[in-house]
């Protein structure tokens, strides 16, 4: 399985874009699915997690109040929905499914999603 990540672009600061993800070749797992980012220079962040048992989420600071992660009914597509974007938003936003038994304590750190496909560029221009 490999995610693809699409939706990415060129914005304007205040903007909005949604970004999509979905697996190739089967299914989403029942777990859930995260988005992470890398913008040059840094380390790979999280960004938001959809996690289906229990139908929580979960958002980084930076981002909570301007993402939304949702996905569709039959989990086949997960969304990021960006809006007020910031220059600094400005990176690769991948995404990944959550391993099974997550620890709540773990949910941001990246060893704990797997099948990371090809990111999308976001930029966000001042």
């Known amino acids: 399985v490999q995610l693809q990540a699409f939706g990415g672009g060129l914005v304007q600061a205040g903007g909005s874009l949604r970004l999509s993800c979905a697996p190739s070749g089967r299914p989403f797992s029942r777990n859930g699915v995260g988005w992470f980012r890398q913008a040059p220079g840094k380390e790979r962040e999280f960004v938001a997690v959809e996690r289906w048992s229990g139908g929580t989420t979960y958002y980084a600071d930076s981002v909570k109040g301007r993402f939304t992660i949702s996905s569709d009914n039959a989990k086949t597509t997960v969304y990021l929905q960006m809006n007020r974007l910031k220059p600094e938003d400005t990176a690769v936003y991948y995404c990944?499914?959550?391993?099974?038994?997550?620890?709540?304590?773990?949910?941001?750190?990246?060893?704990?999603?797997?099948?990371w496909g090809q990111g999308t560029q976001v930029t966000v221009s001042s």
């Open positions: 990944a499914v959550l391993n099974p038994r997550t620890r709540l304590s773990e949910i941001t750190s990246d060893y704990r999603y797997k099948y």
